[in-house]
């Protein structure tokens, strides 16, 4: 089989996945469990026959349309869906927040060829993790896989630069008056939230602060906590539509 599902789109090909996370992880003592969701049945065998080379990975279901992926969710209770977003019957997005409601634990990563802004954004709000466009490489998947299972968020470069600029336009658009003020964070914490935004995993921040990385760790989680929150995604979303990230 081909090292990649082909280049759908001839823009950032191969480039890979922006990786925003709150922690390292640690290693698994059980595989991570993927249901496979795509209405394509060759697209879904292709992914199988890859993520079946992966000692770390199991497929546990496939699902050919979002109604069957809430089913499927619900009995086999997996830790990762796999999500196609234009699908027949059901679709990925609306499917989101069925399969969160009956498998709470699992993480969701929209594997898509549409690059459609607002299709990024509904995943998002619905409660999807990554955001993935097929052009990636099979290699690309599983490290994605196990990057979300880890804590982390998942997003194709391209689209994490137009998730950037349409919260930029958005800012410039509104001078809506907030009701409740954001909550505060410290100098160092928007620090970090500005670096996180730019893509930079720990390590890399941890150098251009020059702090240790488990100090870079704890500003992450407590950036969450205050902000309530549950990914750096959704961070760095709030603090711009909040107006507490000026992005340039």
């Known amino acids: 089989m081909a090292d990649s599902f082909g280049p759908m789109h001839d823009e950032d090909a191969g480039d890979g996945a922006v990786a925003m996370g709150p922690d390292g992880g640690s ?3 059980e595989p991570i469990r993927v249901l496979v ?3 394509h049945a060759l697209f879904r065998r292709g992914l199988e026959i890859v993520l079946a080379a992966e000692e770390d990975i199991q497929v546990v279901g496939e699902a050919g349309d979002g109604a069957e992926a809430v089913d499927k969710a619900a009995d086999l209770l997996p830790d990762i869906v796999l999500m196609d977003v234009r ?3 059901r679709g990925g997005i609306e499917a989101c927040t069925s399969i969160k409601e009956v498998a709470p634990s699992a993480k969701i990563i929209m594997l898509t060829i549409s690059d459609e802004e607002a299709d990024l954004y509904d995943a998002i709000k619905a409660g999807a993790t990554g955001y993935l466009l097929k052009e990636i490489s099979t290699d690309e998947v599983a490290t994605a896989i196990r990057a979300v299972a880890d804590g982390q968020s998942q997003i194709s470069p391209s689209m994490a630069s137009k998730l950037l ?3 930029k336009s958005m800012i410039q658009r509104t001078d809506e008056r907030r009701l409740v003020p954001a909550p505060r964070l410290t100098d160092r914490e928007l620090e970090v939230l500005k670096l996180v935004a730019t893509g ?8 251009e ?3 240790s990385e488990n100090t870079v760790k704890n500003h992450v989680r407590n950036i969450l906590e205050k902000l ?3 990914s750096r995604m959704e961070a760095v979303v709030y603090a711009m539509r909040e107006k507490i990230l000026e992005i340039r």
């Open 37 to 39: 969701v795509d209405d």
């Open 228 to 230: 309530q929150l549950h």
């Open 165 to 167: 600029t349409e919260f």
């Open 87 to 89: 699908m027949p019957k």
């Open 200 to 207: 930079m995993n720990n390590r890399d921040i941890a150098k």
């Open 27 to 29: 290693p698994r003592n």
């Open 209 to 211: 602060l020059f702090i």
